[in-house]
């Protein structure tokens, strides 16, 4: 008799609260038991939870809620539980409870709530996708915002719009609304002509919504669950998923992930994007090198103890600092693959200082292929890696570290043309710069001697960054700077410890340093799938010299 009173309850009580929406406007934020996303837990969500199991009611988007007794399934004794905690003095709810918090359990379920998650639901559905506009039948300006994947399609990525290309606005830009396509729009704040009114039809946005969006984007645009990290796949190519994990609080975590590709003959890859969660320090894409078959692994498996990658048997393909890239490689070049490629991500999540992974790990990796006349194979890409390891930071300090390589040193004695470029340092590093490098004056191991780096003057520099969250990737298209045989690079960075420890190089950030060039040029060796990497004596990434 109660439960037929409870499921009439249920058929006539609708939805509740403001449902899908998390605490704080991060994703993942719930209260254990509050089933229908109010902020409180009373009968109603019971009531929820039995429409939900046996009445078809509303999508459940925060499954964590509803397992209130914590057992990693949402069944009947989900309600029951509840009850038993209103009603009849059982136990209390577990973590977290009474205060919103991010579930203490791994499980398989999620809880996908949140600012973006709210705007998926309830503005891009209803506002955006409808008929002709952002569906996926109908991707307006080559956008869809009615799949899981809306999130890829709108951070960092540019305006498709001619008139807001022009000005370099991208669809959002996180951290500024200003200049970003998606909010400009929203608000009228664009110049006439070129730019359409949004939406075209269906429910008009109101200023509260807009000014939502606004505050969602100054606050960093963070997605609102593992959910989002969603990539669309290639119409031809592979794609890689790294599954959501956690990540240290007040601390940092590196995976090794591996997952063979299934391509049974060799491919050619002309474009790349890569997505992950926020606070990422840097991703690492690496393939086995053609010889002996790599050690075992299935897919998925990973290694999480900041293991070394050693250079001598993975070669790098790309890199990156921030959640999203979307590279394309200049026409005419592309990476090989080898038939069922073993792959290596490298993927490192810091949650220190102003650098936050708030929602935990997860990425997302796709490989787009190209065809070409077997006649005429596209430049091969190559992957240079320029690591000074000498690195000592003493206590209250200012200094420059200079290195460098030539090309012709690491046997590649050909012109080339860059394609891409980025450096890379820890959060005590203040600016990078990379200069090309005649290679007039070098030490014994080719690297460049004192002063080389200033004599060669700021006219040759192609690349600077004075952020470390996050730095600048430089892809150049067609138009790359050109490096003549011979020739090569210095970069210097500058680093300030303002702290009384002393600082030598390392993977961890938040106490070791880096100091590192990624350089991507073309026609890269064809040996080693292109890749370079110096100093040779160095075993893995991450090698170090003494710091006593």
Known sequence: MVWALLLTAVAAAGPTGHYGFGSAGEGGYFLRGDSNQDGKVDLSDAVFTLGVLFLGGDPAFCLDALDADDDGEVVITDAIYTLGVLFLGGNSMPPPFPLPARDPTEDALGCDNGDFAHFRREMFMPSCSAGSC???????????????????QLIAMPAANAAASAVGLLRVKPGAPEDSYLYQLMSGQLPPGGHPHVP??????????????ERWIRDGALPSSE??????????????????????????????????????????????????????????????????????????????RFALVSFRDWNLRASHQTERLDWKL?????????????????????????????????????????????????????AL????????????????????ITFTSMNHDVPVKLAAVQGHFHWRGKTFEIRVWDGLNQNADGSPAAGEFDRMGPGNTIYFSD???????LSFGDDGPQIPAGSGIVFRSTFVNQSEELYCVGSRAELQEHSIAFIYFYPGPLSRSGFLWFPPECLGQGCAVSCL
Do not use: C
């Open 134 to 152: 952002h569906s996926k039948s109908d991707a307006a300006g080559a956008l869809d915002l009615e799949s899981g994947s809306a999130y890829s």
């Open 200 to 213: 075209d039809f269906g429910t008009l946005l109101d200023p509260t919504a807009i000014a939502h969006v």
């Open 227 to 304: 959910v989002d990290i969603t990539l669309p796949v290639p119409a031809k190519g592979h794609q890689i998923v790294i599954p959501a994990y956690p990540v240290q609080e007040e601390g940092e975590s590196q995976r090794n992930y591996f997952f063979k590709l299934d391509n049974a003959e060799t491919i050619w890859v002309d474009r790349l994007e890569f997505l992950s969660t926020p606070g990422i320090d840097h991703w690492n894409f690496f393939t086995w090198q053609s010889g002996p078959p790599p050690p075992s692994r299935e897919n998925g498996d990973y290694d999480d």
């Open 330 to 382: 200049p026409a005419g070049v592309a990476m090989q693959f080898a038939p069922f490629q073993q792959t290596l991500s490298q993927i490192h999540f810091v949650n220190v200082g102003s650098v936050k992974s708030p929602i935990g790990g997860a990425a997302a990796i796709n490989l787009h292929t190209v065809d070409f006349d077997v006649g005429s194979p596209p430049a091969p890409l190559g």
């Open 385 to 404: 890696i320029a690591q000074n390891r000498n690195i000592r930071i003493p206590p209250m300090s200012t200094v420059d570290l200079d290195y460098g």
């Open 467 to 473: 952020n470390f969250e996050p730095p600048p990737y």
